[in-house]
């Protein structure tokens, strides 16, 4: 069993920097492929970043490559986001999920959200 907690959420102003942690607990964390989500009002949730289990791959969405960085602490039990050069279509709550297989698109755990705000 994982459990996911995501922290760092807040309300930013556009053109500032957020980053965002996913604590993992369990010792198997390190054997799980992490991915971002997010959502915004009314939306669908939709991808945001993913990164193999030993951190040697990544994968963006195009509206945040270039902008947002994914890295995890595998000693830290973490996944995190960096956010840079924020938009206010970043608003969103931003989940992560632990997959078994990198970009496999299917999710054993999630965790509940940070919310995001980016203010124009």
């Known amino acids: 069993q994982v459990q996911l907690v995501e922290s760092g959420g807040g309300l930013v102003q556009a053109g500032g920097s957020l980053r965002l942690s996913c604590a993992a607990s369990g010792r198997t964390f390190n054997s799980y492929a992490m991915d971002w989500f997010r959502q915004a009002p009314g939306k669908e949730r939709e991808f945001v970043a993913a990164i193999s289990w030993g951190g040697g791959n990544t994968y963006y969405a195009d509206s945040v490559q270039g902008r947002f960085t994914i890295s995890r602490d595998n000693a830290k039990n973490t996944v995190y986001l960096q956010m840079n050069s924020l938009k206010p279509e970043d608003t969103a709550v931003y989940y992560c999920?632990?997959?078994?297989?990198?970009?496999?698109?299917?999710?054993?755990?999630w965790g509940q959200g940070t919310q995001v705000t980016v203010s124009s």
């Open positions: 999920a632990a997959a078994r297989t990198y970009r496999s698109g299917e999710y054993d755990y």
